[in-house]
T-cell receptor, first 115, second 112 residues
Framework: DGGITQSPKYLFRKEGQNVTLSCEQN?????MYWYRQDPGQGLRLIYY???????QKGDIAEGYSVSREKKESFPLTVTSAQKNPTAFYLC??????????????FGPGTRLTVT | KQEVTQIPAALSVPEGENLVLNCSFT??????LQWFRQDPGKGLTSLLL?????REQTSGRLNASLDKSSGRSTLYIAASQPGDSATYLC???????????FGTGTSLTVIP
């Protein structure tokens, strides 16, 4: 089955530690995205990548880092510089079709709790 | 910057009722608009995608419309069922960029 996998589903870390969230897709999509979701707020874009070895900051990139060494993988590292890292993190991917499609597909999410 | 608004934030209806969810966006220059469903603690599931050249899309009991000139989209759910209870989000992709902009969602509860 094609889709997006995120692991782990739940992640617990102590303050001051870096943590890496995994995102893998087998949809052969070019673009991948990381979002953060907090209660009562919409999804906020952290980073996105249109092609391998290239990525751009989103609206809330501070305290986060990413890499895109393979088309299928887009890991997100939450660093100790992120002041409020506890949140639900969602990975997504999209394909360009007919030059005007860009339908997005999402993974199941990772809930990160930092204490 | 594109701003997307969904009103109301929460909606409760009896089973069987037809309902409309609203999505407004400030910049009408969009490639497409996508509606999603999110169950508690889960990722987003795509429901319907409307391209900029289209006015509506239908899938089963769902119908989404797009009026770019007024900056509005609606999601119509016919004959609602308790299983429709979830949060519904809309997102649009501007012509000028590669970033999707999301609304804060409408939390729907269908009462049996």
């Amino acid at each position: 089955d094609g889709g997006i996998t995120q692991s782990p589903k739940y992640l617990f870390r102590k303050e001051g530690q870096n943590v890496t969230l995994s995102c893998e897709q087998n949809l052969n999509h070019d673009a991948m995205y990381w979002y953060r979701q907090d209660p009562g707020q919409g999804l906020r874009l952290i980073y996105y990548s249109q092609i391998v070895n290239d990525f751009q900051k989103g609206d809330i990139a501070e305290g986060y880092s990413v890499s895109r060494e393979k088309k299928e993988s887009f890991p997100l590292t939450v660093t100790s510089a992120q002041k409020n890292p506890t949140a639900f993190y969602l990975c997504a991917s999209s394909i360009q079709m007919d030059m005007k499609r860009y339908e997005q597909y999402f993974g199941p999410g990772t809930r990160l709790t930092v204490t | 910057k594109q701003e997307v608004t969904q009103i109301p934030a929460a909606l409760s209806v009896p089973e069987g009722e037809n309902l409309v969810l609203n999505c407004s966006f400030t910049d009408s220059a969009i490639y497409n608009l996508q509606w999603f469903r999110q169950d508690p603690g889960k990722g987003l599931t795509s429901l319907l995608l409307i391209q900029s050249s289209q006015r509506e899309q239908t899938s089963g009991r769902l119908n989404a419309s797009l009026d770019k000139s007024s900056g509005r989209s609606t999601l119509y759910i016919a004959a609602s069922q308790p299983g429709d209870s979830a949060t519904y989000l809309c997102a649009c992709l501007p012509n000028t960029g590669n970033q999707f902009y999301f609304g804060t969602g409408t939390s729907l509860t269908v009462i049996p």
